[in-house]
């Protein structure tokens, strides 16, 4: 049984050195909005997600949701160069905390499509305002069976000139 823990995280190292490959190669992409990341950043994005998921107590395997985060953000007009790294680790922090409180009722693609949407018109680039209101309202809605979950908007209020049909 013990020959096997070193395999175990052998496969684990060299699936942690696939992503970063892929991480770095996402800067073809990201490049025309003026964004790179250094093979440094993306180890410490892979170091992220490791403790963002045992911090969660969440299993994944390989690094297609970071991989999907950073090709879902990487044109954000609320991220520039000089935080580009932070605001990504950030955002995969958030993601795993969220798709906790969700209790996996949303998929991770929709996760992460409500998220750069509520990001980028909502809560124009505040992460704080990302997680702590818009992602805890729709985790709310989804817990409590809310239909139109991804709806943020608040219920109008009745016009107090208003009569009320009886």
Not at 46 to 54: A, G, I, K, P, Q
Not at 130 to 144: G, I, S
Request: aromatic content about 10%.
């Amino acid at each position: 049984m013990l020959n096997i823990i070193p395999s175990f995280l052998s496969l684990d190292k060299l699936s942690n050195y696939a992503v970063v490959e892929q991480i770095v190669k996402l800067n073809e992409k990201s490049r025309q909005y003026g964004l790179l990341l250094s093979p440094t950043d993306a180890l410490q994005l892979v170091e992220t997600r490791s403790r963002s998921l045992l911090e969660n107590g969440r299993i994944e395997i390989g690094g297609e949701t970071l991989i999907k985060i950073i090709d879902a953000f990487y044109d954000s007009s609320f991220i520039m160069q000089d935080d580009y790294s932070d605001t990504l680790n950030e955002l995969l922090e958030i993601f795993y905390y969220v798709k906790n409180e969700t209790l996996e009722l949303i998929s991770d693609d929709e996760l992460i499509e409500h998220m750069k949407i509520y990001f980028e018109n909502r809560c124009k680039g505040s992460l704080d305002l990302l997680k702590d209101r818009e992602l805890e309202k729709l985790a709310n809605n989804l817990r409590y069976g809310v239909t139109d979950y991804s709806n943020m908007e608040e219920p109008d209020e009745q016009d107090p000139d208003e009569e009320e049909d009886f």
